[in-house]
């Protein structure tokens, strides 16, 4: 594929402060630091509205415990939740490092959030983080009266990798029949794994330059997979899209920038989801790159927000 530059694509307001994203190099060798210069980024953020209260759901089949951390607002009723899936690539990030987004989230619709803390790859490639997002779940449910929770209005939510892991939980919650969702709110997911190498199905030379790259992609990827075959009906479990059966879903949000790497699975997704008879909403912004929203003063991510809360709200009749 031909590269070229995007920078002339990028929303006027952004294309200023695309250079104030680390560029964080992603490999064997780096990960490590890459992790900490992640966290220490995250540290540098303002104490959030609420701050949360850790616990530990017991592991899945023998899995280790799994650290969730739950927000939760101080009076009384009976509320929605989101289950929160941070993102990273699938090699970074934690919940508590990531914890700005679902405080704000608890306090500005007054709801419970719980996320999730699973483990990394490549040192927990699929399923387990997969699976720990699925013992969250099953933790929240069985945990919905104590915390004030009504279970019939539970979602889950991600970014990035966390949106992808989102998607993924929702097929697993759908084949294994235990649970239900009322609704997957992805935020430029991380859904095709083929997306940057070699069997890329889209091919579109306007995404992908800045923040989150091919390259970066196709390491997290990797590290994921591990040795897992692709051979057997977990594949939706591992890359959503793959799934070859997206049907029986909880209806869907779904946003992505016109510039973000997952761009085109996005708008696939959402396509493959509608003809499943899905339910599915779905938002591109025109000029946005991976993470744009970040920017907060900017119009872009002032309409990202106006958007993803009243989808919120919508979803969660919250």
Not at 100 to 114: C, E, L, Q, T, Y
Not at 177 to 200: F, K, N, W
Request: aromatic share 10%.
């Amino acid at each position: 594929m031909t590269t070229r530059s995007t920078i002339h694509l990028v929303d006027p307001q952004l294309a200023p402060l695309v250079g104030l994203f680390p560029d964080i190099e992603l490999s064997r060798s780096t990960l490590v630091q890459a992790r900490a210069d992640s966290d220490a980024i995250s540290r540098m953020r303002p104490p959030p509205p609420i701050e949360p209260v850790r616990y530990l759901a017991a592991g899945y089949d023998g899995a280790p415990d799994v650290p969730l951390l739950v927000f939760k607002p101080e009076n009384a009723r009976l509320r929605p939740a989101i289950l929160h899936v941070h993102g990273g690539g699938m090699v970074m990030g934690s919940a508590y490092g990531l914890r700005h987004g679902p405080s704000s989230f608890a306090a500005n619709h007054d709801i419970v959030i719980v996320s999730v803390d699973y483990r990394l790859a490549p040192e927990t490639p699929f399923p387990g983080p997969q699976e720990d997002c699925y013992t969250a779940l099953a933790w929240l449910l069985e945990n919905a009266e104590t915390l004030g929770v009504d279970a019939a209005r539970i979602a889950v939510m991600g970014e990035s990798a966390g949106g992808g892991l989102a998607a993924a939980l929702a097929q697993m919650v759908r084949d294994r029949g235990e649970h239900r969702l009322c609704a997957q709110i992805l935020v430029y997911p991380m859904l095709d794994h083929r997306t940057g190498g070699a069997e890329d199905p889209y091919d579109n030379p306007s995404v992908g330059e800045f923040v989150w790259t091919r390259e970066k992609n196709q390491f997290g990827w990797g590290c994921l997979r591990g040795e897992y075959a692709l051979n057997d009906d977990r594949q939706g479990w591992f890359s959503p899209s793959l799934a070859t059966d997206l049907s029986d879903l909880p209806p869907a949000f779904i946003t992505t920038g016109t510039l973000d790497l997952f761009f085109d699975e996005s708008l696939e997704y959402a396509r493959r989801l509608c003809q499943a008879g899905v339910s599915v909403e779905l938002r591109s912004y025109a000029g946005g790159f991976h993470g744009f929203n970040f920017f907060a003063d900017t119009d872009i991510a002032r309409s990202f927000d106006n958007d993803l809360n009243a989808a919120i709200k919508r979803l969660l009749r919250a």
